[in-house]
């Protein structure tokens, strides 16, 4: 499927840039629009946390400030936004262009922020969302896995670090996962663009069910001569090693499988994503 319509939740100006940055780099290889979505808090939404024992007044100033900061953030984030839309000379418009040239919106609205993700992202080709910090509470991971489970629509993670270039040498994750098939499915045409694709295929001690020349044999239906790259590892230790593998081989970005909602399949394959959401410095698209 090709990206023409691109959601980019964006929280704060520190940690929003990279992830816009990233957004255009895609953009730009689809004509697409991109959607810059910010949520304020809602204050009212902090009344069923506050302590026993405090009076109206005291929540009424806790609700206060917390409309003052949202409000300044607010303020900062579309300002970042702005400078953004300057620097790189892009058309601000809601309205879909008859040329093929990348667009850009903003948009806002109140409550929780992976609740209105969730909901507004199933209407959007793809979600790039900034992959989550250890130091800082933004980008949201919890936002990040409402896009990934609850929206039905393959997600961007994009490191801090603005890279280069998207999608020039992709790397696939080959697990022969229903997973994988379903991301490589969403790719192809990303595929079929790249001008180099690799197969990344572990060589585990219970082999795969599917063979990683599978694989190329049906690449090649449509257009995509792939090759592959076989390394040793350990189904244990395949988060880590996918990710090392792809930034031996150069590429720019990884596909890969998410795991599912089953209990069973996330103790299998879970291990694995959650490694990479919490550790890739590459852009990764995640499906399932």
Not at 74 to 91: D, G, P, Q
């Amino acid at each position: 499927m090709s990206f023409k319509t691109i959601l980019v939740p964006i929280s704060s100006p520190e940690a929003s840039r990279s992830t816009l940055d990233a957004a255009l780099l895609v953009a730009k290889r689809w004509g697409s629009h991109i959607e810059a979505l910010h949520v304020r808090a809602d204050p009212r939404g902090l009344v069923p946390y506050t302590g026993e024992g405090m009076d109206g007044s005291m929540i009424e100033e806790i609700m206060d400030v917390t409309q003052r900061e949202g409000n300044a953030r607010a303020s900062e984030t579309k300002a970042m936004f702005e400078t953004f839309c300057t620097e790189n000379t892009l058309t601000i418009s809601d309205t879909p262009s008859a040329e093929a040239k990348v667009t850009v919106s903003w948009s806002e609205d109140t409550g929780r922020e992976d609740e209105i993700v969730a909901l507004k992202g199933r209407l959007y080709d793809l979600i790039i969302v900034g992959r989550p910090l250890a130091t800082s509470p933004l980008p949201s991971p919890i936002t990040l896995e409402a896009a990934l489970h609850d929206t039905g629509r393959p997600i961007l993670v994009v490191p801090p670090e603005t890279p280069t270039d998207i999608a020039g040498h992709i790397a696939i994750a080959w697990e022969a996962s229903p997973e994988a098939a379903r991301t490589i499915a969403v790719s192809i045409q990303s595929l079929s663009l790249a001008e180099k694709v690799s197969i990344l295929a572990p060589k585990l001690l219970q082999p795969l069910p599917l063979k990683p020349s599978d694989l190329v044999d049906r690449l090649i239906w449509h257009g995509i001569t792939a090759s592959i790259h076989e390394f040793d590892a350990q189904a244990g230790g395949l988060g880590a090693a996918f990710l090392a593998q792809t930034s031996a081989i150069g590429a720019d970005l990884l596909v890969k499988g998410a795991y599912s909602q089953s209990r069973l399949r996330q103790m299998v394959l879970g291990g694995r994503t959650r490694h990479i959401l919490n550790h890739t410095t590459i852009p990764t698209l995640l499906a399932k």
